[in-house]
């Protein structure tokens, strides 16, 4: 009996033992914070191991990111206004005397030449009567506004209608006074309407006020359709994309790669044995997502664009980005930077 005691405990014992020691013999051994690494796999996420790293038994901890190549392209800058299509040369028709209008004989859109009768106006009053007094066309065109129905009265200072003496159209837009530096005649610009979406009327400013209206501290500008088209009508609303300063062949990355601590800008610079170095740069202009870098960068090289959170300078990543894609994307911007300006325009964020 003595001897089955001894033998349960010795079973007993080691037993106990096994459940100890096994898990620190079958473990990925200790990180450099001292957490507990897996034999093998992806680390999960929690204290010491952020979301998308990942860890093997002798080796450093990866980050999982992605990252882009630096490319040259040239950046254009615009403004985007709002404006009003109308008539160019446009004559108000009033009459000579106060009263009633007694009859009209034009509509919205009737061509009439020099001298025709447009309407007839009573002057009577009570008590006193007159003759209708007649209302002649002052110049040839096409009736755009009819502003009075039969029966209205009106004065000397009222407009009956409107002529515009020609088909020709204007855009007019206003410009608030910080972007007016950048205004010249010639600009070219782009027109899109309601009425036809997708489509895009090209134009060119024609005119610059010289004065700022010191009410609304805006200046006036107005564009002329570089072609006459059928589609665009007076009274329409238009949003009109100006193009003003194009930055040619610059060094430029995403916006959202370049990253602030302070004044100071940097990027993270993927290296070849897959480390990743901490970049200080120069920033310029920034349009549309993209931010020219003046200093810091040369083309070809790749920065990270996600997971530059929880780098630190010398981390070691894993880059999802395609090597096709990357190869692509610097081979088409390559042609684009020789021949054309890029697809890639927006309000200027800063000098270049």
Known sequence: MKKRNIFIIVVFTAAIAAVILLPQGLGGGMSANG?????????????????????????????????????????????????????????????????????????????????????????????????????????????????????????????????????????IARVNEREIAVLKNGLKASLSLEAWPGIRFPATVTRVSPVVDPASRTKEIILKLDQIDSRVNAGMFAKIRLDTSLHRTLITVPTNAVASHYDERYVWV?????????????????????????????????????????????????????????SSAVSSTSSSADSAPAAVTGNAGGGQ
């Open 35 to 171: 957490t507990e690494l897996p034999q093998g796999g992806p680390v999960a996420a929690g204290p010491g191991f952020p979301a998308g790293a990942s860890m093997t038994a002798g080796t450093r901890q990866a980050f999982t990111v992605r990252s882009t190549p630096v490319i040259q392209e040239d950046l254009q800058a615009y403004l985007e206004l709002n404006g009003e299509v109308d008539f160019v040369a446009k004559l108000d028709v009033y009459p000579d005397t106060s009263g009633r209008v007694e009859w009209l004989s034009v509509q919205p859109g009737d061509r009439v030449r020099k001298g025709q009768l447009l309407a007839r106006v009573d002057p009577s009053r009570p008590g006193e009567r007159y003759e209708l007094s007649p209302v002649y066309a002052p110049t040839a065109g096409t009736v755009v506004a009819v502003n009075l129905a039969v029966g209205s009265t009106l004065s000397t200072s009222t407009a009956i209608m409107r002529i515009a003496r020609s088909d020709e159209l204007e855009i």
């Open 270 to 326: 993927l290296q070849k044995d897959n480390t990743v170095q901490r970049r200080v740069v120069i920033s310029g202009v920034s349009i549309d997502g993209r931010t020219a870098i003046r200093t810091g960068l040369t083309k070809g090289e790749l920065v990270i664009i996600e997971g530059i959170q929880v780098l630190s300078d010398g981390a070691t990543v894993r880059d999802v980005a395609s090597t096709s894609t990357r």
